[in-house]
């Protein structure tokens, strides 16, 4: 019970017992580099735990607990827990370091958490790791003051959410959620399940490649089908929120050989959440980028893929965001040069708390932080390509939302939808008194469905008029705009870039009433 003891486990012991449970309860330190091996652990010390680089405490059970109540907690060491359900806690009074090799885990084939909680700061060092590699696992933690990520340190899981005062990442840090949300032909945006064919005595001939999923923008047709496939699978259809995604990417479209739907969709990208009071600097990662759909290999060349999985979302709260690192949620494409879809871009919004200081004309803002939600282009020129997705940016009151699909020329049969919160004018809504910029390029089409005022916006904010400009920027600065009173009647319109690189807008696609521009 003294605040004065210590327990010091050498690198040469062990403590091992199959299946039960083992908790040391010490008012003073702990040291640990030997190995330990249970079912459950529960180490929570009175003053600090430091568990060094020789040491491996892996348990099979569902639960590790490794805690300072008036000091800190350091890790250098491995801690996994592998039971069903598992669940990893860190907790400091004061500050975590997880330095060196550090690797906390829960490697369960289902879902799993690891959480950590710094009462101080927290900071990952070296190559150190926060891993929840279960379906749908999640990474969540608080920090009171600060959390610095440097050298090549990572979390990676579905889901990552952090909340912190302020947090800085050097340049080979990230967060990483590829590949991470949802299976093959799972989700809300994965495509329907594909019946249309026919009747042959070769059976293999009634085969096709997925097509791709969707999130923030549409999924791409698969282009890719065979003899008796009557026709081709289509790409699934967008969903979720622009200014607060926290949904995870679909699965791809499976790849479907004599008829059979044989899995082989890329996974869609996960999620992450980071909130700062404070600054955000930004020179590492967040990825949560869609998988490519897999390859399978039919008789005698009747080979298909199935389709790219969309991207994730990733949502930033923060007063500043600054850097020169990367955020990314891009849709996967498809194998082997095949012609199956490819997966529509994820939805990335940025609330930053700092204002614009100059909203003259032009000045739309940007970030030094590379951002993507791209469609994947796939693997083959013909390919189904997948839509752009949103990208939200709010500083202040002035928001933002880009729509860019990289000059995917793939992508130019499918299409983003228009954030129907952003025409919210219910009294919940929380865009008051702002200005949208809506910036659209790089061979992307935006499409309104439903009705204005229709869509839900996210939490918070005060009532207000909302203005909406599209503005559409092209190269040598040939500019057109464009106004119109929304109503409840379906506006769609077509940005496709000549080979006079100009601007046009197909009037076919323009419903009556709308006025004509110049």
Known sequence: QSSLSTFDMAATSSLTCSGCAISLGINGTVMMSGDVSGGTLSVVVGESVDVLGASALVLTGSSVRIESERANVSIAGHVESKGVAGLVILKACRNVTLFGSANIACTTTLACEVQFIAGYNMSMEGSAKIQALGYLGEVNGTVHDALSMSGTSMMTAAGVTVSTSSMNMSSDAKLDVDAKGFNSHTGPGTPAAWVDYCSSSAHYDRSASGGGAAHGGDGGRSNHKFNCARSYPQGGTSYGSATWPVLFGSGGGQAYYYRSGEGKGGRGGGRIHVTTSGALVMNGVMTANGQNGEFYDGYSGTDVTGGGGSGGSVLIEADTLTGLGMIRANGGGTSNNLRGGAGGGGRIAVHLQQNVTD????????????????????????????????????????????????????????????????????????????????????????????????????????????????????????????????????????????????????????????????
């Open 359 to 518: 909203t003259g004309s032009g000045n739309i803002p940007t970030l030094t932080t590379s951002v993507q939600a791209f469609g994947s282009p796939g693997s083959h020129p013909t390919a189904g390509g997948g839509a752009a997705g949103t990208i939200y940016q709010r500083h202040g009151v002035w928001s933002l939302l880009r729509i860019s699909n990289n000059n995917n020329a793939a992508g130019a049969s499918t299409w983003t939808p228009l954030p129907l919160e952003l025409t919210d004018k219910s009294a919940a809504r929380s865009y008051g008194g702002s200005v949208v910029w809506t910036k659209i390029d790089g061979r992307s089409r935006l499409e309104m469905r439903g009705a204005v005022g229709s869509g839900r916006a996210f939490r918070g904010g005060a009532p207000g008029a909302l203005a909406i400009f599209v503005r559409i920027r092209v190269p040598f600065f040939f500019a057109l705009f464009f106004r119109c009173l929304f109503g409840s009647i379906l506006v769609r319109f077509w940005v496709r870039k000549s080979t006079q690189n100009r601007t046009k807008i197909d009037p076919k696609r323009m419903p009556r009433g709308m006025p004509k521009t110049k």
